[in-house]
């Protein structure tokens, strides 16, 4: 098969017929496909003439929802201990059950409708869909998958049709799905599944993440793959270039087989750096540690040999629950994750809330400009009690490993020293109430807004470290819309003035005698690395599969030689002089590491 014909869409029934998807977990899987069946349960509408008929309806549905609740704990009591992180994700479909917008809305339209439980529940589904599709944050949005598949839970329930036990799938087999839910991926045994493909998801979606925490090949965002495949078809994966193959002739089979070959390769070859310093050829360490959003990430961020945390994004603990964390559930959640990582550090990122972060019980304002407003430490600063409660919940965890603090989005001076001001009164309550804490627990800013940029030398005097957002930085230097695609071509990490502020932060910050870290996702670029190894920063922290990659890069580069690219690099006068200059060198450098677009061959 030809490059040309196998990226074209061909015709699912005939051999080689190729669909296009995300690649959500790279690598390549051939295999059968094993259909998992989660077709829609009908639904019918009834409306109940006889008023008498309404509370028995409404039993009906409690008991429905009562029954979920029993077989989500059962499979909880089931998990596999391999995957037992994820248990997680079910105890937060147990809350869902319960959820305002489910439970209290069908019980509501049940009452007030007068219309049967099944047809109630469907309505409260569209309209929770409603406002989630409103909502910015891509990996936010895409949660709905939970409140579905807790719904379709709650209505085989109600018409007795039985969800298939994943447990019995026999023989190793591809798994084809509409969308499969942590409960699914947990109730299967995974040494039996060779790949996963959806017809939903995105790379944030659960079956992503499990796939690439087990390094499992997968595509997702397929669309219709499930109406293309029947259980028991021959099928080839390609994770690594978002497509999947349906029905390959022996040719095709052949050089698909090559291509796992090859990655399987790689995968054990790259597999080495995890553990390896990211030491260059002239003995230059950075370190490299993980970004996370979530408890599920930590058993990647061990696998790929991070050195730490360097960003824990605490929003999503505020979006997962109806209402405001506890302190009680914020402190368990730090206390597990830094526990797991010592001694290794966890940076933990106070609520970086408001902007494309959405959380949706938090009476965030309506504001013409998000990005400029309310949010993250101005948020904290106005809602003192809610930071107030985080911060306790992050003092109290730092007694059980090494944990540092950082504030988000400063664009002033008097924020640091506000923020401190309260931290001080929470040691303060703490002290009085003789509930341990760290003594010396480091505290950083972000550097994410050009006016911190500017006064990065008066801020290091207040602070044990920076690190660098460019993914915010960019934004508020070049005013592009992060979130915006009409202006994604303009959002340029290797622009000039980026570098620049890059530099200065840098300097800044080793003038004071504090590292320098980023965090934001140029750091996992491994295009980047002879110029984020020249900019002279101490650590990187990414997304924890880029780690092995990145290291792999750092390990075959020169700092000395870093430094003169940069100096290079800084006598170009465009954006697009830079890029083309990286690109050619990088390409020249590692040619067997990039394709001559700069991606990564693997
Ligand atoms: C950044 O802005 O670069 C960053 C790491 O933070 P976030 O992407 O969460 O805004
Ligand atoms: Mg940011």
Request: hydrophobic share 40%; aromatic share 8%.
């Amino acid at each position: 098969m030809t490059n040309s014909e196998k990226n074209n869409l061909l015709e699912p029934e005939s051999a080689n017929a190729v669909l296009k998807g995300i690649g959500a977990s790279g690598g390549v899987a051939v295999g059968r496909a094993y259909l998992v069946d989660r077709s829609r349960v009908k639904v019918v509408y009834q409306h109940l003439l006889d008023p008498y008929l309404i509370e028995p309806e409404i039993k009906r549905f409690k008991e429905a929802v009562d029954k979920a609740d029993v077989q989500l704990h059962q499979i909880i009591e089931e998990i596999p201990k391999e995957i037992k992180d994820h248990a997680g994700i079910i105890d937060s479909h147990r809350l869902i059950l319960r959820d305002r917008m489910i439970y209290d809305q069908t019980l509501e339209i049940i009452r007030n409708e007068q219309i049967n439980a099944e047809w109630a529940l469907k309505k409260a589904v569209e309209h929770t869909q409603e406002v989630f599709a409103k909502i910015k944050d891509e990996y936010f949005r895409s949660r709905i998958s939970d409140v579905v598949y807790v719904s379709e839970r709650i209505l085989r329930n109600l018409t007795g049709k039985q969800f298939e036990n994943l447990s019995d799938i026999q023989g190793q087999v591809i798994i084809v799905a509409h969308d499969l839910s942590p409960a699914d991926t947990t109730q299967m045994r995974l040494d039996n599944v060779l790949g996963f493909v959806t017809d939903m998801g995105g790379k944030t979606s659960h079956t992503a993440i499990i796939a690439q925490s087990l390094e499992i090949p997968a595509v997702v965002g397929l669309e219709r793959i499930t109406q293309e495949v029947d259980s028991g078809d021959l099928i080839i994966v390609d994770g690594s270039d978002g497509q999947v193959v349906l029905n390959p002739d022996p040719g095709t089979l052949e050089l698909f087989q090559q291509k796992k070959k090859k990655f399987d390769e790689y995968r054990t070859e790259i597999a080495k750096y995890s553990f390896l310093p990211a030491e260059t050829l002239d003995g230059y360490q950075i370190k490299t540690r993980a970004n996370i959003e979530f408890l599920e990430e930590i058993p990647s961020v061990l696998a790929q040999g991070a050195e730490g945390i360097g960003l824990f994004r605490t929003e999503f603990l505020y979006l997962s629950q109806k209402e405001l964390p506890s302190e009680q559930t914020l402190f368990e959640s730090f206390r597990n994750v830094v526990r797991i990582i010592a001694p290794n550090p966890v940076t933990i990122r106070t609520l970086d809330i408001g902007g494309d972060k959405f959380a949706s019980h938090l009476d965030l304002a309506d504001e013409m400009n998000p990005a400029l407003g309310l949010r993250a430490i101005r948020f904290c600063l106005k809602e003192v009690d809610i930071f107030k409660r985080q911060l306790r919940a992050i003092l109290r965890a730092s007694s059980y490993g090494n944990l540092k603090i950082l504030f988000p989005m400063i664009s002033d001076i008097d924020e640091v020293f506000r923020a401190k001001a309260i931290l001080k009164e929470v040691i303060k309550d703490l002290q009085k109430e003789n509930i341990p804490f760290a003594p010396q627990i480091p505290i950083g800013i972000m550097i994410e807004i050009p006016s911190a940029v500017a006064m990065a030398d008066l801020l290091a005097r207040e602070v044990d470290f920076f690190s660098i957002g460019t993914n915010d930085l960019i934004q508020y230097t070049l005013a592009i819309d992060r979130v915006n695609e009409h202006v994604a071509h303009m959002y340029q990490p290797l622009h000039p003035a980026i570098l620049r502020l890059i530099r200065q932060t840098v300097e800044a910050g080793h003038r004071a005698g504090i590292p320098v870290a980023m965090c934001g996702e140029m750091a996992g670029e491994p295009l980047y690395i002879p110029i984020l190894l020249g900019l002279g920063l101490d650590e990187l922290s990414m997304n924890p599969m880029s780690i092995p990659r990145v290291k792999q890069i750092i390990r075959m580069a020169s700092y000395a030689e870093s430094k003169e690219f940069l100096n290079k690099v800084f006598s170009l006068n465009t954006t697009e002089e830079i890029n083309r200059y990286v690109l050619q060198e990088m390409v020249q450098l590692f040619s067997d590491h990039f394709r001559t677009n700069g991606t990564m061959i693997y």
